[in-house]
Each structure stands twice: as C-alpha cells, then as structure tokens.
C-alpha cells in the first residue's frame, strides 16, 4: 500500500492525476534517472571524485540534522550517527 500511497504525500503524483497520467510521469522520471546514472558513469575519474565529495558534503549536512530526539541518534558520540552516513 505505501508505494501506493506514499507518491500522492510527497507530491510525485497530484490528487486529481489518472492512471495514464501517473504512468506518463513514472516514465518520464525513470528516463531521468537512467540518464542521470549513465552521466554519472561515463565520468572521468576527476569528474568522479568531485562528484563524490559533493554526494558525502550532502549526507553530512544532513546527517547533523538527524533527529536527536528519536533514542536510536540520542547523544553525543552515538555510534549510530555514522552507520547513517
């Protein structure tokens, strides 16, 4: 059911879409990813690395804003805070 759902709360599809609209849009979007990863392929290794570190830069930042109120990312030095990253 959420991968039913979960689409329509995070804005993918709207409310009012039909069935072949939500397709169209699932195509479209699944066309983006593989020209993303083929992009991401054909790097050279400098072009890599960079990419890389500005992926890593990324999980940091928000590794830091993980919700320390949850007990699992409590505390300071919490082992589980670089099993996130």
């Known amino acids: 059911m ?7 709360l995070l804005h993918f599809y709207t409310f009012q879409s039909t ?3 939500r397709e169209q849009i699932l195509a479209i979007r699944r066309q983006e990813y593989h020209e993303i990863t ?8 400098p072009d890599q690395q960079n990419f890389c570190r500005n992926i890593q830069c990324v999980v ?6 993980t919700d ?6 409590a ?4 082992p589980n805070i670089e099993v996130m990253k």
């Open 2 to 8: 959420r991968s039913v759902v979960w689409p329509f």
């Open 19 to 21: 069935y072949e609209e």
């Open 38 to 45: 083929r992009r991401r392929l054909e790097m050279d290794l």
């Open 60 to 65: 940091e930042k928000d590794v830091v804003r």
């Open 68 to 73: 320390r109120g949850n007990p699992y990312f």
């Open 75 to 78: 505390g300071e030095n919490n």
